[in-house]
């Protein structure tokens, strides 16, 4: 609504209306923007319904009571179906009505004069045919001071130039008419005589102590006529529409076909009329089929090419001009055509989003488990953002015809009806898909980032760990990581080709790794606190990040062809083989300190 005011602000400020005009201005304004504002009320209004339910755990205890999310929201699916025949009969009925009622008031309002407030030092050109300049005002008095006028009503050769040291201006009592007080000052104008040389114009000059004069300037609000608007798209119904659209395109075909039907005609009126009135051709006219206008115009003198060029300059001239007119003609009625299928789309895609906005608003309620007017809000504003400036776009791209009118009108429907399909599918299966955590964490495997381990003391344990088998285990495992690092040569880089178009074999670091996380697992039930601060210096690797980064051979062998992504890859696996090289010997390391401990722990 706001923006709606500060789109029309300079028309209404400075005009002296009426509480019950502004009223009635802002009534329609409210209802024509009704349609547009409900999708976004159903959308806030399913965030906050459903977050609340996520947020006091009820939708919780209703799954957990064997009800399914689309039985929970099956009453208010039929309430969404009603609001959108709702939205429907409203748009097809009222919106017109209230668009047209809405713009002869904006009309009236704009052909309303404004109020009369002459500004200090500066020219005043609201009154027709007059310009107003006053020095200073007194504001207690309402006396002008140094007034000088400018009248241009019988135009600017036949000025009236009226000075005055002082003047005070009022409306009459209808309010149709200026009353203009002047004193002590001097009236200059041009005397009109026909025929009188432009350089000896005589002219009238008056002194005067006081001068009275009625100006016209009716300040009172008029209501224009209603029909003004008739031929507006948005002032029309369906059937309306529908029928306008049928008569435009039947119109379009008809000047079509009649400016086809003309240009055939003169074409061949031209060639007859050439033909008739060629001298060199005449003779030979019944034997001559076709005609060469080069051979023709090689053999006339220079005076007749010269007149031949010029007339067909003059007739191309003609010509494009004619059939400019033509072209703008036709273009405007496909505008108009375009215009009312735009209107006709509109009435269902408006109602169809205020299902759409609660297949989006309700599972996504039910995920975020936030309610109140917070979050709900944000989120609720964004998603109707993203939607009108799809709906923007593909409404200029409709109404411009670079796009099909109904592709261009339904576009944000087939964008956000999958994303609301989506959402709801996922909030059936309790998917944690706006789980900030999980996107986190895929972004630091991605980029290397591991977490840390943090495992403490536990306060009970039930069965201390078997340390004469875990220090063996120790010991075979930094065996055999020693021998896989000497082996595998993690520190040097490896052929680009052979990396990506080997085949694929089992790593046996992902054997050790998993056998050092069950070592550690073991000990993490140890009361030794020096044991448990040992095994918390252990690095998370990750097992397959310095291997091809896909399972399937093809999709890898591919990566490696297209040479930006696949030599992304190859220093990544490379960087990542380094890190393993480390790890490993820290992982040698601490099973060396872990060794030391446990020895005094038996």
Avoid at 364 to 378: D, N, Q, S, Y
Avoid at 450 to 456: I, L
Wanted: charged share 20%.
């Amino acid at each position: 609504m706001m923006q709606f005011i500060w789109r029309f602000i300079d028309d209404l400020v400075g005009k002296g209306l009426e509480v019950s005009v502004l009223a009635e201005f802002f009534f329609y304004a409210a209802l024509t923007l009704i349609p547009v504002s409900l999708p976004l009320a159903i959308l806030l209004a399913s965030l906050i319904t459903f977050g609340n339910f996520g947020e006091r755990f009820e939708l919780l205890a209703m799954k957990a009571a064997g009800i399914s999310l689309f039985k929970i929201i099956r009453p208010l699916i039929i309430l969404a179906l009603l609001l959108c025949g709702t939205s429907f009969v409203f748009q097809n009925n009222i919106g017109p009505i209230a668009y047209q009622k809405l713009g002869t008031l904006l009309i009236s309002i704009r052909q309303k004069s404004p109020e009369l407030e002459i500004p200090e030092g500066l020219f005043y050109n609201e009154i027709d045919g007059y310009n107003i300049y006053v020095k200073s005002k007194n504001r207690e008095t309402g006396l002008l001071h140094d007034v000088t006028i400018y009248q241009f009503s019988e135009g600017f050769d036949n000025a009236r130039i009226i000075v005055a040291d002082t003047g005070r201006l009022a409306l009459t009592a209808d309010k149709k008419h200026l009353y203009l007080h002047l004193y002590n000052g001097e009236l200059f104008e041009n005397i009109k005589q026909p025929g009188v040389n432009s350089k000896n114009i005589p002219y009238r000059r008056e002194s005067f102590s006081e001068k009275h004069a009625l100006i016209e300037f009716d300040t009172n609000f008029n209501m224009a006529d209603g029909g003004i608007l008739d031929k507006q798209a948005s002032a029309k119904n369906i059937n309306s529409l529908q029928l306008s659209i049928d008569s435009m395109r039947y119109v379009n075909d008809s000047v079509g076909t009649s400016n086809y039907d003309f240009a055939i005609d003169r074409a061949f009126k031209k060639i007859d009329s050439y033909r008739s009135s060629s001298d060199s051709l005449k003779l030979a006219n019944s034997q001559i089929t076709s005609i060469n206008a080069d051979s023709v115009l090689a053999t006339s003198t220079l005076k007749k090419k010269q007149n031949v060029l010029n007339l067909a300059k003059r007739e191309a001239e003609s010509l494009s001009s004619e059939w400019s007119f033509k072209k703008f003609e036709i273009s405007n009625t496909d505008l108009d055509i375009r215009r009312h299928q735009m209107a006709l789309h509109e009435k269902i895609t408006l109602s169809l989003a205020c299902l759409v906005f609660f297949f989006i608003g309700t599972p996504l309620g039910a995920i975020i488990r936030k309610g109140g007017l917070g979050m709900p809000v944000v989120i609720s504003v964004m998603i109707f953002i993203i939607y009108y400036i799809i709906n923007t776009m593909g409404s200029k791209m409709a109404r411009e015809g670079e796009w099909e009118v109904w592709f261009g009108m339904w576009l944000s429907t087939l964008i956000l009806a999958p994303v609301g399909g989506f959402l709801a599918y996922k909030s059936n299966k309790d998917a944690v898909i706006l789980n900030s955590d999980t996107y986190m964490s895929w972004i630091k495997t991605v980029i290397g980032i591991r977490p840390q381990r943090h495992m403490t003391r536990k306060e009970v344990v039930i069965d201390d760990p078997n340390y004469s088998e875990c220090y063996e285990q120790i010991t075979h495992l930094s065996n055999r990581l020693e021998e896989y690092r000497n082996t595998h040569k993690l520190r040097s880089a490896q052929s680009y080709i052979k990396l990506w178009f080997k085949t694929k074999t089992n790593d046996p670091v992902d054997e050790y790794l998993g056998e050092l996380e069950l070592i550690i697992e073991e000990l993490s039930n140890s009361s030794s606190l020096e044991i448990i601060n040992t095994i918390n210096k252990y690095p998370v690797i990750p097992h397959r990040a310095h291997t091809l980064p896909f399972k399937l051979e093809w999709l890898d062998r591919a990566i490696g062809v297209i040479l930006p992504v696949g030599i992304f890859f190859y220093f990544r696996i490379w960087f990542f083989r380094l890190r393993l090289a480390k790890d490993i010997q820290k992982v040698i390391e601490i099973n060396k300190e872990l060794k030391i401990i446990i020895d005094k722990n038996k």
